[in-house]
Each structure stands twice: as structure tokens, then as C-alpha cells.
């Protein structure tokens, strides 16, 4: 089992930065695949980015590329999502996600691919 707790969300301005991070809990973290996803009020929780179980490998979806990057610290049990250029389109809870498979190589998009959840970090970006 793979515990999530994420953290750094909160109210910033157009144009600005915030850094997200993700504290995981379990023997297996440093084993799989890790995602960021997100929900505006509303709306269906769609997928931001994902990095492989080593860290060598990334994936953005088109909305973010160039503005955020993803990290992961395995020393740490830690992941990391960096957000610069915020836009009040990216307002959402943010949620950190761990796959299912400890024996996959890649970078899935799909929720259906991640079995841990977060509770998730509120991010605001004002106009």
C-alpha cells in the first residue's frame, strides 16, 4: 500500500509560481510511476503530467507544457510538481496519484493506470 499526502497549494496571482509536493508512504513508491491530476468545481478530474518510476522519463499534457515540470526525489519518498506562469484556468485541487504496477516503464495518462490517491492541495490563480 501507497500512502499520499500533498502539500504548497494555495492562492497566487496570474503570472505567478507555486511549488507542489507530494510525501509518500510505503516500501514500493520508488518503484512506480507517479502523475498529477486535477478537478475544477464542476468539472471531471483530468490529467496535468506524469514522470516514471526512475524519474528519466515525462509526460505533459499540452495545457502546462513549458509552464510546469515534474520531479521526484526517490531518496525522499518525494514528488514535486513546479508551476510557473499560472493562469486562472489552472484554479483545481491538485491531486498527486501512484500507479499500479511496480513493473511498468511508463508514464500513463489515464486515472484508471494510478491506485493511490492523495486528498489533494487547493491552488487559486487570480486575474
Known amino acids: 500500500q501507497v500512502q499520499l499526502v500533498e502539500s504548497g497549494g494555495g492562492l497566487v496571482q496570474a503570472g505567478g509560481s507555486l511549488r507542489l509536493s507530494c510525501a509518500a508512504a510505503?516500501?514500493?513508491?520508488?518503484?512506480?510511476?507517479m502523475g498529477w491530476f486535477r478537478q475544477a468545481p464542476g468539472k471531471e478530474r483530468e490529467f496535468v503530467v506524469a514522470i516514471n518510476w526512475s524519474g528519466g522519463s515525462t509526460n505533459y499534457a499540452d495545457s502546462v507544457k513549458g509552464r510546469f515540470t515534474i520531479s521526484r526525489d526517490n531518496a525522499k519518498n518525494m514528488v514535486y510538481l513546479r508551476m510557473n506562469s499560472l493562469k486562472p484556468e489552472d484554479t483545481a485541487v491538485y491531486y498527486c496519484?501512484?500507479?499500479?504496477?511496480?513493473?511498468?516503464?511508463?508514464?500513463?495518462?489515464?486515472?484508471?493506470?494510478?491506485?493511490?490517491w492523495g486528498q489533494g492541495t487547493q491552488v487559486t490563480v487570480s486575474s
Open positions: 510505503g516500501r514500493t513508491f520508488s518503484s512506480r510511476a
Open positions: 496519484a501512484a500507479a499500479r504496477t511496480t513493473t511498468g516503464w511508463g508514464t500513463p495518462t489515464s486515472e484508471y493506470d494510478y491506485a493511490y
